[in-house]
């Protein structure tokens, strides 16, 4: 059997891989060309409402290009106004995910508990996230606290739904090898529940940490401070409608890498078969 020499290998697994990576990329920054394009020249014209492309990237070019810039006060650059909101939606999303695998377990695996805590929660989770804003600030009286309340009360429902499904979807097979193996409530619960549901779980945390992004942006446009959220509303209130879409590709772009965050952490723990 002819073989092809060690340099002909490697050179046609890079350009496989050099396919790959073109595959995945190109076609996004051809639909994001367009994008732009049809942007640009629908708000080119005099009197348009909204400034095209160019005009937002010279508007914002001093942002674009100093991130870190901390003046006091504040006038902070873009890149702080984000670690600040990225500060308290950890926080919250942190409280969320502790707080919603331990009513998703206790839901999923009592039916008492269900039946007493689930029209509850049916209730809570159709509550809008910024409608808790006046409870938490009542309660809390600083605002700090309030956003980090109103992250956790809008990202723990998916993850205590999802994570309570899981458990009821577990195989009878699976409980009854547990009972030949005379498996005690803690290893059940860590050799077979956790590993079992943690497809379910990670899902629940993929749309709640969209939900906390989504909360915390809305939360800091109206108890103000630092962040992403106040710098929008900031720009707003003075008319830079520049400094606002850019806040908003930002604000798109962290949430994209903090919904792929989760992805990763999930095939790392769950496997590749998670997502």
Do not use: C
């Given at each position: 059997?002819?073989?092809l020499p060690a340099t002909a290998v490697l050179l046609a697994g890079l350009k496989r891989r050099a396919l790959d990576v073109a595959r995945v990329i190109v076609p996004p920054l051809i639909s994001l060309a367009v994008l732009l394009a049809i942007w640009e020249l629908a ?233």
């Open positions: 059997m002819l073989k708000f080119s014209g005099k009197g348009a409402s909204l400034p095209p492309p160019s005009k937002v990237v010279a508007d914002t070019w001093e942002l674009i290009a100093h991130p870190f810039f901390d003046r006091g006060g504040l006038d902070k650059g873009l890149a702080l106004h984000i670690f600040e909101s990225l500060k308290r939606v950890a926080v919250g999303f942190s409280i969320a995910s502790l707080a919603g695998v331990l009513l998703g377990v206790l839901i999923g695996s009592s039916s008492l508990a269900y039946r007493g805590l689930d029209p509850i929660f049916q209730v809570l989770r159709t509550v809008p996230p910024l409608a808790w804003l006046p409870i938490a600030l009542a309660a809390f009286r600083e605002s700090q606290p309030a956003a980090i309340f109103v992250i956790a009360v809008t990202a723990v429902w998916p993850v205590m739904l999802n994570t309570a499904v899981g458990i009821r979807n577990i195989p009878q097979d699976y409980r009854n090898v547990a009972r030949v193996l005379r498996l005690n409530p803690l290893e059940f619960f860590f050799k077979i529940t956790l590993p079992a549901t943690v497809p379910y779980i990670f899902t629940g945390l993929k749309i709640g940490i969209g939900l906390s992004w989504l909360a915390i942006v809305a939360a800091e446009m109206l108890v103000g401070g630092v962040g992403i959220g106040f710098f929008l509303w900031d720009s707003w209130n003075s008319s830079l409608i520049s400094e606002i879409i850019l806040a908003l590709i930002y604000i798109g772009l962290v949430g994209l890498l903090l919904d792929r965050v989760i992805t990763w952490a999930g095939r790392l723990i769950g496997g590749p078969g998670t997502f």
